[in-house]
């Protein structure tokens, strides 16, 4: 195999970006993989399964967090942002602000520091419902291995009990964010995907009307890392859902709000149709949709889940989503091809929001511009920087992994002298 000498940086640490990163490195290059997180994995982690064979993330991303391992051509830099990117292709001069993990490399998880620390905090990787110490880890098998800290809620050095408590020496209060100047030859940007703001949907009710969740929020509820353990409980009560609606395009294809396919939210709900079944084979699924797309050989996915008697399609849009005092929901829809209005009673109703950009907020440190619908424009890029995964549209991840590889080719030839 050809080696390669040179630096790059790849900006975010999903499945994108750890793909681009360890295939880069195993060509001689050195990477810097940056991730604004304190853990890799981005979006994939927070999966119960994915496509196309329906396995769980700690299969695919524990593979390739060995293969980093094994390779010592990647510098992880996790909980640190891109400030200022200078400089041309083969020249590249970054600026990075790295945030304190005040946990240090002596952590072996042993969990003593959980247990004394009296702080409590919302865990956004299960989308707040459930909570985690101030001193936590972020998830089952995270990468780096190690625990953080949340400096927002943790009572530092007048409280200390994680320290006492610690026999590793591993926690610091004291550390602090740092600037690091590196130099690489080119950039790879992964900047992944953030689901839509369900709440700006007024009709679907989202944080008004309880039982109401994202399809995000479905994923964690049926991981076994999750907030229930895997069982697929509705929020309000813990009960155990029976009947479930799933409302597609959820802010998807419509012009007040993402104005595009997001590609993967018919094929989630369907595999989440799967989760219920696998749990309750008597539970009723109803799926409103505008219309099912599963491009490809996901095809075959879609008949098989539709030939099951308890999966219910119906085609039109829904117009409102009320609360019954049970703490049921009532879902009012068009039937199209009924020709008729529907109003009907479900335990919990799943939104299918949609893949919206992480760079929609994100001040870019480099020269280029963004779509109107704030993915960033690969025609804009200085030469040398280019793009990978859901940073240039929606993507699963098996086309992610397509566009990582294709990205460090490009990233190669750009330090060999071939490249643009």
């Known amino acids: 195999m050809i080696e390669f000498q040179g630096k790059v940086l790849v900006i975010g640490g999903g499945i994108s970006g750890v793909t681009a990163a360890i295939e880069a490195a195993e060509t001689g290059v050195g990477v810097y993989l940056v991730e604004k997180n304190p853990y890799l994995g981005g979006r994939v982690a927070q999966l119960t399964k994915y496509f196309p064979k329906l396995c769980p993330p700690t299969c695919g991303l524990e593979l390739n967090f060995r293969r980093m391992r ?35 490399d002596n952590c072996t998880l042993c969990g003593e520091c959980f247990n004394v620390c009296p702080v409590e905090r919302e865990n956004e990787f299960n989308f707040n419902m459930n909570k ?37 020496n591993a926690i610091d209060l004291k550390m602090k964010e740092k600037i690091i100047d590196i130099t690489v030859d080119s950039i790879i940007v992964t900047t ?38 895997g069982k697929i409980l509705r929020p309000s009560d813990g009960k155990p859902v029976k009947n479930v609606a799933f409302v597609q395009c959820a802010g998807s294809r419509d012009e007040n709000h993402l104005p595009y396919c997001s590609y993967i939210c018919c094929m989630a709900s369907l595999k989440q149709c799967t989760y219920l079944l696998d749990q309750d084979p008597e539970v009723k699924a109803t799926v409103y949709y505008i219309d ?129």
């Open 70 to 104: 094994e390779n010592k051509g990647v510098e992880i830099l996790t909980q640190t942002e891109v400030l200022k990117v200078e400089g041309s292709k083969g020249n590249f001069k970054v600026t990075l602000k790295k945030m304190p993990r005040f946990v240090n």
């Open 132 to 168: 985690s110490k101030a001193i936590y880890s972020p998830f089952e098998f995270a990468n780096p291995p190690y625990a953080v800290i949340d400096p927002n809620v943790c009572l530092g050095e007048k409280c200390s009990k994680c320290i006492d408590a610690c026999k590793y």
């Open 192 to 229: 992944g995907w953030q689901p839509y703001d369900a709440t700006k949907i007024d009709n679907l009710k989202f944080g008004v009307v309880p039982n109401v969740i994202t399809n995000m929020m479905m994923e964690r509820l049926a991981s076994p890392s999750g907030p229930t353990g």
């Open 292 to 420: 099912i797309r599963t491009p490809g050989r996901y095809e075959q996915f879609y008949w098989s889940v539709k030939e099951n008697p308890n999966i219910f399609f119906i085609k039109g849009k829904v117009a409102n989503i009320e609360a019954d005092p049970s703490g049921d929901v009532w879902v009012e829809a068009e039937d199209i091809l009924a020709g008729s209005k529907s109003k009907e009673r479900f335990d919990m109703v799943v939104l299918a929001t949609g893949m919206q950009p992480t760079s929609v907020d994100w001040n870019l440190p480099f020269n280029a511009k963004k779509t109107p619908e704030g993915f960033i424009d690969p025609d804009s890029l200085p030469d040398g920087i280019y793009l990978a995964g859901s940073a240039v549209m929606p993507f699963d991840v098996i086309r992610s992994l397509h566009s990582a590889t294709g990205s460090v080719l490009k990233a190669l030839q750009s330090i060999s002298g071939r490249g643009n």
